[in-house]
């Protein structure tokens, strides 16, 4: 599905993409919202201070409508 986001750009949903791990030391993840990169995450927490930042309240992480984890889910991060 594809909804115009507030600039009038299209973007695609989810809103919320968790890219796979970075191997680094420590490992992260980036994060992107409204296809926007906001980030990089270390742990869920930072993903979901990421989403409160943004505006987007709380959000379900486990919702497939609402979070894209690419590389592995929110278990993930090594």
């Given at each position: 599905?594809?909804?115009?986001?507030?600039?009038?750009v299209p973007h695609h949903w989810p809103p919320?993409?968790?890219h796979h791990v970075v191997?680094?030391?420590?490992p992260f993840r980036h994060v992107d919202?409204?296809?926007t990169q906001v980030g990089k995450a270390h742990?869920?927490?930072d993903v979901v201070e990421f989403c409160r930042r943004a505006g987007l309240g709380e959000v379900d992480l486990d919702?497939?409508?609402t979070v894209q984890w690419i590389?592995?889910?929110?278990?993930?991060?090594?």
């Open positions: 599905m594809t909804e115009p986001a507030a600039s009038g919320v993409v968790v191997e680094a030391s420590p919202i409204l296809g742990n869920v927490r919702a497939e409508d590389g592995g889910g929110p278990e993930v991060w090594e």
